[in-house]
């Protein structure tokens, strides 16, 4: 059960569930922040919320296509090529430090 391809299509389909649903909320998140950030001049955090509300969407779109394709054809579809389960954890796990709001050491 280590191999993703040997799983039946339904734990799949759960992962990519669960995978979309938290692309989802983190694109939530970054939208609302990216909308309460206010100041005189454009902040550097305020560009990496939209830009991680962009790319979040993005990845959000791209797992729930590939669920209905898993839940269409009764199989996983496995795009070998573009790496969609790589692409998403990659985004996800840079989120996170912006999630937690990590500040610069005081010097």
């Known amino acids: 059960m280590t191999d993703l391809r040997t799983w039946p299509y339904w734990l799949q ?3 990519l569930l669960a995978v979309t ?3 989802v909320a983190f694109a939530c998140h970054a939208y609302v922040n990216a ?11 305020k560009w990496a919320y939209w830009l991680y509300f ?6 959000a779109a791209l797992n ?18 573009f790496r ?3 692409f998403s954890l990659l985004v996800t796990a840079s989120y996170v430090p912006l999630l937690v709001g990590f500040r ?3 010097t």
Not at 35 to 45: D, V
């Open 13 to 15: 389909a759960l992962r």
């Open 21 to 23: 649903l938290v692309a």
């Open 35 to 45: 909308r309460t950030k206010r100041g005189p001049s454009p902040q550097p955090r």
């Open 54 to 59: 962009f790319v979040m969407s993005f990845t």
């Open 64 to 81: 729930l296509a590939t669920l209905v394709l898993t839940l269409v054809r009764r199989e996983y579809v496995d795009v070998a090529r």
């Open 84 to 86: 969609i389960g790589l």
């Open 104 to 106: 610069r050491p005081r």
